[in-house]
């Protein structure tokens, strides 16, 4: 065993309907990744290729768990999206072959800093302080697709005090899970315990301290986020 000079950090994990615990390696998040949003960040929804930023693994919020109002930030944006968990890795997976490397699904909300996000996009620079912040992507628990299967369509919706705010069908996805899967190990080699953010149908919006963010993923599950 190394001899640590610091405490080693804890394996960060989300819980599994059923029994048991999913450990994290990664967070990939998709951009743009349904064309009325798209359209709506003032992009081209035209099948560009994909392209994925990174949250840490500790910016997870589990549980149901409130989440704290941001630093730094007047404009906090939800994007509700289908979360992908790897359970078995690989490089350069093929479409057809990408679904056997699923072990589940769940729901997240990738937390955005929208200033500080579109300040960065008007330097030219990095996103990271605009997207992988503490605290900044709440997950409900992994169901595995041994038990769902792989949703293709269904209702992706979520609601901010009971009023909807964001609502697609999963088959409104420019690029579907497997080649999404399929593009992002071409660019790095995906492992067991990496986790995909798929994407955001329209309708991301500011919310404040004490809202109430519920969110739906039609065959999967929901999700219930409090901003404290």
Known sequence: MADYVIPPPAVVSVPVAGGGAFPVRRVFCVGRNYAAHAREMGSDPDREPPFFFMKPSDALVLNDADMPYPSQTKDLHHEMEMVV???KGGKDISVADARSHVYGYACGLDMTRRDIQNQAKKEGRPWDMGKGFDKSAPISAIVPAAKIGHPGKGLIELKVNGKVTQTSDLSMLIWSVSETISYLSG???LAP??????????GVAAVKVGDVMEGVVEGVGTIRCRVV
């Open 193 to 202: 315990g990496d986790l995909i953010y798929s994407g955001t149908p329209e």
């Open 85 to 87: 968990a790897i359970g």
């Open 187 to 189: 660019l790095v080699e």
